[in-house]
């Protein structure tokens, strides 16, 4: 799509796109944050991130509307603290995935993102010897049994010695007619939702009810979870160290996240 006119909405992706290398905000794409709140502009937090990582964010930045978490699973509500809607795996068909992936590439091991739902407070379990890329280390461990025995928003499959794209290339042509794929690091970490959900139908869901459609849209994004937003916003915006497929759909290639990219392109308009 051409996009020439000022957005109705704004959505941004998170880590590697609106926040620098160092993980904040600079005072540079804070003022433009401010500028676009204050025009009453929406501007929409889209990330992988689970709502209770999406909270230090939105503190930053200082916006508390809505915002699409877990690659497009849920739809959350930054100010209320309340999920609006979650799109959630079977837990049948997590069993199936865990399995699948295990057979395919022995030594993996799982974690499930769950559906904060009926009172549930184990929103993120992972098996024994789960490593996360970011560092966090006090997840309840259960077995993967019980882990993937509640509805979940997300999946994710780890292995220590192999890249994402490496692990990507051994499990999307056997598991993608059953879950959505993708993955937002290329530290051995795949992603799975539930089959056709991504950041772009949690956005088209978010602009949906603000009554704006996608012509109106600029999106920003870095990783290969971002392509379905930036390809279906009207104006996809890439960060110059963005993946090379984020690169390749992009309407357009901004700075790097570590040189303001995203405050760059928005200060045309505010």
Known sequence: ?????????????????????????????????????????????????PP???????????????SVCANGAVLYDIGKDTVVSAETLDPALSRNIADTVKELLPGSVVAVERHPHNGIDETFVCEPDYASPWGDTKIPVRSLAEAVGQPAVKIL???????????????????????????STNQGLLE??????????????????????????????????????LEWAGH???M?????????????????????GVAQVLERWF
């Open 157 to 183: 499959i780890r292995h220590r010695n192999m890249t994402s794209d490496e692990m990507a290339r051994t499990v999307v042509p056997v598991l993608r007619d059953h879950a959505t794929i993708t993955y």
């Open 1 to 49: 799509m051409e996009y020439v006119e000022k957005p109705l909405l704004i959505a941004s992706d998170v880590d590697g796109t609106l926040l620098d290398v160092t993980e904040t905000i600079t005072a540079r794409t804070k003022d433009v944050l401010d500028r676009v709140v204050a025009s009453g502009t929406p501007f929409l937090l889209v990330s992988g991130r």
């Open 192 to 229: 799975f939702s539930k089959k056709d959900v991504t950041k772009a139908t949690g956005l088209a869901k978010a602009a949906e009810m603000f009554g704006i459609g996608r012509a109106d849209i600029v999106a920003f994004g870095d990783m290969p979870n971002d392509i379905p937003m």
């Open 52 to 66: 209770r990582w999406i909270r230090p964010i939105a503190e930053m930045a200082d916006v508390n509307g809505l």
């Open 240 to 260: 110059s160290n963005a993946h090379p497929d984020a690169l390749a759909v992009a309407d357009e290639v901004t700075a790097a996240n570590s040189e303001d």
């Open 236 to 238: 996809g915006v890439a």
